[in-house]
């Protein structure tokens, strides 16, 4: 993460997840947050040690990390967040928004979800602190049928795409390319991954 000029930026999002692989659907909800909450900067932050879920060991934190700066380079208000990965700890949202909200300091702090991690957000790591600290944006999803009530939620067609779908049509050696980018299809193919 750069801290230089953090003064002029006042509306932050932050994007947590295991993308593994990043995917179209992520891409997809990263630009409408950017464009609808007219953010001045959206971070991806790769989970590092998940606290729920433990799928994120099929490819290291380093080459998610690579396959997010990669998509990141197409967007000037997408930025890499290694916060997760390089901490040694287990991941708490929580404390990745500390830290964020910490370089930040004044500006608003957007948390983007999905709708399956929604239904056990109150569940997460001080909550209710997080609650005064940022606003919750919610996507819908395919599948998901959520009884959340009071969180922004951005319109948006449903995205049918998960990176379990893409691990599954890439251990099929099936096309790719409606589902992620081709830099990161290339760093796929490159580095052997998900095979
Ligand atoms: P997996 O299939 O491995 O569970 P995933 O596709 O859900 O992965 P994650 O990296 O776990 O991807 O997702 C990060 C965030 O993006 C989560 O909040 C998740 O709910 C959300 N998300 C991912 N894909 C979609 C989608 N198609 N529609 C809505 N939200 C999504």
Redesign the pocket.
């Known amino acids: 993460m750069d801290n230089n000029n953090n003064n002029n930026i006042k509306k932050i999002g932050i994007?947590?997840?295991?993308?593994?692989p990043v995917?179209r659907?992520?891409m997809e909800?990263a630009n409408l947050a950017i464009e609808k909450l007219d953010l001045d900067r959206l971070y991806l932050v790769p989970v590092g040690t998940p606290c729920h879920r433990c799928?994120n060991d099929f490819v290291s934190g380093q080459d998610r990390m690579a396959m997010i700066k990669l998509v990141c380079l197409n967007n000037k208000k997408l930025f890499p967040c290694d916060y997760e990965i390089i901490s040694e700890k287990v991941s708490y949202t929580y404390d990745t928004l500390l830290k964020i909200a910490e370089i930040h300091p004044d500006s608003l702090i957007y948390e983007i979800?999905?709708?399956?991690?929604a239904e056990y957000l109150t569940s997460w790591k001080n909550y209710e602190k997080m609650v005064d600290l940022c606003k919750f944006v919610f996507?819908?999803?395919?599948g998901y049928q959520s009884t959340i009530h009071g969180l922004l939620t951005i319109e948006a067609p449903?995205?049918?795409?998960?990176?379990?779908?893409i691990r599954e049509k890439i251990k099929n050696n099936e096309p790719l390319e409606d589902y992620i980018t081709p830099e990161v299809e290339e760093y796929i193919r490159e580095h052997n991954l998900y095979r």
């Open positions: 994007f947590g997840g295991s993308f593994n995917h659907g992520h909800m799928d979800i999905g709708e399956d991690s996507f819908k999803r395919k449903l995205f049918n795409i998960s990176s379990t779908l």
